[in-house]
């Protein structure tokens, strides 16, 4: 083979040594953005699973509202009646009594207008 040829076989020698040392440069960066892309993905999947554990505790608070909110009526409910029978008691014991409240009643008012003009003066 003439020199020539070697020189030419030599120069695409190098040419593909440069094209693969290329081509490695090029598959490292590959490979660091598939890093930098799975600790983006195992990023997003922990918020992901503190998304879903932030759901499920709020669901858990929601569920307790309900239920505190329920027991809150339910308490409620107890006390309205409570104090309703013992209005109807009262009531009913002064239904017996048959006593006449207008005068009573015109004495409270007569005494709450001058408690209100004495607080004016």
Request: hydrophobic share 30%; aromatic share 4%; net charge negative.
């Amino acid at each position: 083979m003439s020199e020539q040829k070697l020189e030419q076989i030599l120069s695409k020698l190098d040419d593909m040594g440069q094209d693969i040392n290329e081509l490695k440069s090029g598959q490292v960066r590959v490979e660091e953005r598939m890093t930098s892309m799975d600790t983006r993905i195992t990023s997003m999947d922990d918020r992901l699973n503190r998304m879903d554990e932030n759901i499920e505790e709020l669901k858990t608070g929601q569920k307790v509202l309900t239920d505190g909110q329920r027991g809150l009526r339910k308490e409620i409910d107890t006390r309205f009646n409570e104090a309703k029978g013992r209005f109807d008691y009262v009531d009913r014991q002064l239904r017996l009594l048959d006593v006449d409240f207008t005068r009573i009643e015109e004495n409270v008012y007569d005494h709450s207008r001058e408690i209100h003009r004495l607080k004016n003066l």
